[in-house]
């Protein structure tokens, strides 16, 4: 996964982002992605090549409360952002888009900001074909 711009990401067909938050201040943190909750903390990119998702952090709590919101792995690394409860925004919302390109385009784009490449997503182990019978051959023995 890669950074374009802040709360903006590009990634591969179906790589996994991981999402932690750690609220402070007695506020609660929830995490969406299409309008439903994320389990454990991660969710699949789409497995088509072009298409986006939006994922969502909205923090509730006393005026002070905060949370440090963590992206990963981004560029190699892990990426922050931070919400924080105020008289002017009494109940922050964040929003992160996520688009997916292809595996070669993402690869090309770590190249030339020099950023590691997350391995592609493991595909489902292909079959072998099935093994074909031998055929029976005649030998001519020498004379």
């Not at 506020?27 to 990119?45: D, E, S």
């Not at 292809?102 to 997503?121: C, D, E």
């Amino acid at each position: 996964m890669h950074r374009i711009q802040s709360r903006t990401y590009v990634g591969q067909p179906g790589e996994t982002v991981t999402v932690s938050t750690v609220v402070s201040g007695g506020g609660q943190a929830r995490v969406t992605v299409g309008g439903q909750p994320i389990a454990g903390g991660q969710f699949q990119l789409p497995s088509t090549a072009g298409a986006t998702v939006r994922m969502q952090v909205a923090l509730t709590g006393p005026q002070g409360a905060s949370c440090v919101v963590t992206i990963t792995v981004v560029d190699g690394s892990a990426d922050t952002d931070f919400l924080l409860c105020s008289t002017f925004n009494p109940a922050p919302v964040n929003f992160y888009d996520f688009s997916v390109a292809a595996n070669a385009a993402v690869s090309a784009f770590a190249a030339a900001r020099r950023a590691p490449v997350s391995p592609a997503p493991a595909a489902a182990a292909p079959t072998a074909p099935a093994a074909r019978p031998r055929r029976k051959t005649s030998r001519k023995r020498g004379k």
